[in-house]
T-cell receptor, first 113, second 108 residues
Framework: NAGVTQTPKFRILKIGQSMTLQCAQD?????MYWYRQDPGMGLKLIYY???????DKGEVPNGYNVSRSTTEDFPLRLELAAPSQTSVYFC????????????FGEGSWLTVV | KNEVEQSPQNLTAQEGEFITINCSYS?????LHWLQQHPGGGIVSLFM?????KKHGRLIATINIQEKHSSLHITASHPRDSAVYIC??????????WGAGTKLIIKP
C-alpha cells in the first residue's frame, strides 16, 4: 500500500494563479482531510470529506475548493492564489473520524509570490 | 468548545533522559491521538487511545478520562526522537481538535 500520496511536493505560484493539490489514498478510507500548517503553528482544517460526494468546510475554507468524486481521491483547488496561502498543506485520511488511526501524506510546500 | 492544550511548548533534554509531554482537553472525547512531526515535515501517527495506557517501543501514552488529561512518555531518549509531538482530541461534532505541539530537542 502506498498510503496517502500528495502531489506536488513543492510549488511556487504567482498571485492570482490557480492550482490543484492532488491527494490519493489506497486504504479505502471514508474520511479524508486537508490541513494547512503555517510556520511554527499547528494544523488547521481546511476541508474534510466523510465519503464520496460529501464534503464540508473546516476552520479555514476561504480561498479553497474541494471535490470527492471517488473514495480514493480528494483534490484541493486554490483559486486566485494569495500570499496568505503560502503554507504547507497536508492531506490525511482515516477509516472513521474519532477512533481510527490518521494517516498523513508527506506534505506540499506552496509559496505564493 | 473543546480546547486542547499541550505543555511544555518547548523541551530540550540530554540523551537518555525520561521525557514527559502533557495534553489536556476541555470536553469529553471518544479518542485522543498522539502524532510526531519530524523536522522534514512528515507526520506520523504514534498512538490512538481512549482509555488506559499503550506502549510502543520506548514510547508510552497514558490517558485519564476523568481528569481529561493524557501524557506521552519517552524512555531512554535519543537525538532521533527530536521532533514536534502533537496531540488531538475529538469535539462534540466528532471533529479533531489539534494541540499546538511540543517541540522536543534531544541533545547527544
Amino acid at each position: 500500500n502506498a498510503g496517502v500520496t500528495q502531489t506536488p511536493k513543492f510549488r511556487i505560484l504567482k498571485i492570482g494563479q490557480s492550482m490543484t493539490l492532488q491527494c490519493a489514498q489506497d486504504m479505502n478510507h471514508n474520511y479524508m482531510y486537508w490541513y494547512r500548517q503555517d510556520p511554527g503553528m499547528g494544523l488547521k482544517l481546511i476541508y474534510y470529506s466523510v465519503g464520496a460526494g460529501i464534503t464540508d468546510k473546516g476552520e479555514v475554507p476561504n480561498g479553497y475548493n474541494v471535490s470527492r468524486s471517488t473514495t480514493e481521491d480528494f483534490p484541493l483547488r486554490l483559486e486566485l492564489a494569495a500570499p496568505s496561502q503560502t503554507s504547507v498543506y497536508f492531506c490525511a485520511s482515516s477509516l472513521g473520524i474519532a477512533g481510527n488511526t490518521i494517516y498523513f501524506g508527506e506534505g506540499s510546500w506552496l509559496t505564493v509570490v | 468548545k473543546n480546547e486542547v492544550e499541550q505543555s511544555p511548548q518547548n523541551l530540550t533534554a540530554q540523551e537518555g533522559e525520561f521525557i514527559t509531554i502533557n495534553c489536556s482537553y476541555s470536553v469529553g472525547i471518544s479518542a485522543l491521538h498522539w502524532l510526531q512531526q519530524h523536522p522534514g515535515g512528515g507526520i506520523v501517527s504514534l498512538f490512538m487511545l481512549s482509555s488506559g495506557k499503550k506502549k510502543h517501543g520506548r514510547l508510552i501514552a497514558t490517558i485519564n478520562i476523568q481528569e481529561k488529561h493524557s501524557s506521552l512518555h519517552i524512555t531512554a531518549s535519543h537525538p532521533r526522537d527530536s521532533a514536534v509531538y502533537i496531540c488531538a482530541s475529538t469535539d462534540s461534532n466528532y471533529q479533531l481538535i489539534w494541540g499546538a505541539g511540543t517541540k522536543l530537542i534531544i541533545k547527544p
